[in-house]
């Protein structure tokens, strides 16, 4: 079936560095995007989300990219911290359904 | 703010155990789900339900079902658990039908099957 997926499982980043994850979706009708961020031994929590009338929005050292064309979803994280070292979901909202990506675990090196 | 609160942190059953894990969420969200989160294989969806009484199957639904009798609470339930049923347990809620909104997660239960 359709789904989203994240290209990849892990990126290394460091300390004071952008980083920017990716994640592609295939299902043409999706209309609305979220990333989560999930942190050890915690349920996923909610970042930013994109609607896809929308091609960037941006948030407090969070930005979202919408490539309806290519059907790909971005997630850049400014100048990243310690504290951003967690795993990193896409999400698709449709027709009620959460879909979630496989996830990207974000290092972050000293 | 919205909390989603699942009954146990940790669990541990037999094989052929029935299980039931509770969710509730406190503020009046129609729309709640349940997943499990595996290495690797991110979140997929077992059910999901928009309204008491209502359920609609996910993407692994099989050996599982759902009860939902009150609208702040949904239950997973495995009918005779197995060892491949091992894994973390999300639940999540989120505002209403079509009205393309996040969804807010649990603390999640570690299911163990022995």
């Known amino acids: 079936g359709e789904s989203v997926g994240l290209h990849l499982p892990t990126l290394s980043v460091q300390e004071g560095d952008n980083s920017i994850i990716n994640c592609a979706y295939s299902?043409?009708?999706?209309?609305?995007f979220i990333w989560y961020k999930q942190e050890s031994g915690k349920g996923p929590q909610f970042i930013i989300d994109?609607?896809?009338?929308?091609d960037k929005r941006q948030g407090q050292r969070v930005t979202v990219l919408l490539n309806k064309t290519v059907k790909h979803l971005s997630l850049q994280i400014a100048a990243t911290q310690p504290g951003d070292s967690a795993v990193y979901f896409c999400?698709?909202?449709?027709?009620?359904?959460?879909?979630f990506g496989k996830g990207t675990r974000l290092h972050i090196l000293p | 703010d919205v909390k989603v609160t699942q009954s146990s942190r940790y669990l541990v059953k037999r094989t052929g155990e029935k299980v039931f894990l509770e969710c509730v969420q406190d503020?009046?969200?129609?729309?709640m789900f349940w997943y499990r989160q595996d290495p690797g294989l991110g979140l997929r969806l077992i059910y999901f339900?928009?309204?008491?009484?209502?359920?609609e199957k996910g993407d692994i639904p099989e050996g599982y079902s759902v009860s939902r009798e009150k609208k702040e609470r949904f239950s997973l339930i495995l009918e005779s658990a197995s060892t491949n049923q091992t894994s973390m347990y999300l639940c999540a809620s989120s505002l209403g039908r079509l009205m393309n909104t996040e969804a807010f997660f649990g603390q999640g239960t570690r299911l163990t099957v022995v």
């Open positions: 339900s928009y309204d008491v009484k209502m359920k």
């Open positions: 299902n043409s009708a999706s209309d609305y």
């Open positions: 999400a698709e909202n449709r027709d009620d359904k959460i879909i």
């Open positions: 503020m009046d969200h129609e729309n």
């Open positions: 994109i609607r896809s009338n929308m």
